[in-house]
């Protein structure tokens, strides 16, 4: 294998254990895209929702985000970002931690309109805070959503990076040793 693709390559253990890592993270973010509801089983915003419960979207959002965020520092940091892969994956992990940061506020906001609602008795303004409650909350989970699909999107790219190390270590199998030189002609010469 050249020495310029070598220095290229991430580790193999490095990649595996990011991989799982970043796995950990998209399930994470996915699930709480999924789980984290607003409206009711009728599709309706509570008449008294429920403050402590949004506030824990913000919580957990926020809990999220600084662990996309301290993983990718953690890789800028590292020497392994200034090759090709390792360029790529910096970026996908970029979209991911401000994909991530993104969604805080916009829980936060939710959970704070929801103590807003609890405490007006103007139908207005009740239905100017229903609405945005619904908007926040809707657009939190879709930058956890998009959260997930970046650190996908990572993933994939050092599965990309796993598969051309296979290739070169195969080709350098094949390669195999430097053949010896030819023997020298038979006999003295003067």
Known sequence: MKPDVQRDLIPRDEVLQL???????????????????????NGHVPATPSYTA????????????R??????AD?????????????SV??????????????VPHFAETAEHALALL??????DRGYLTNQMVLNHATG???LRNTSQSLRNTAVELGGH????????????QEGPPAPPPPGPGGRHR
């Open 19 to 41: 991989i799982g890592v970043l796995n950990a993270m998209k399930n994470k973010a996915r699930s709480a895209a999924q789980q984290w509801e607003l409206l009711d089983e």
């Open 90 to 103: 910096l970026k996908h992990l970029s979209v991911a931690a401000t994909m991530s940061s993104h969604a």
């Open 67 to 72: 662990e996309v965020l301290r993983l990718t």
């Open 119 to 124: 405490r007006s008795a103007n139908p207005a």
């Open 54 to 65: 949004l506030l824990q979207h913000a919580t957990g959002a926020q809990d999220l985000s």
């Open 75 to 87: 890789f800028a940091r590292s020497p392994r970002h200034t090759n090709r892969a390792g360029s």
């Open 141 to 143: 989970r879709a930058y």
């Open 162 to 173: 796993l598969d051309a190390q296979r290739f070169f270590a195969k080709l350098t199998r």
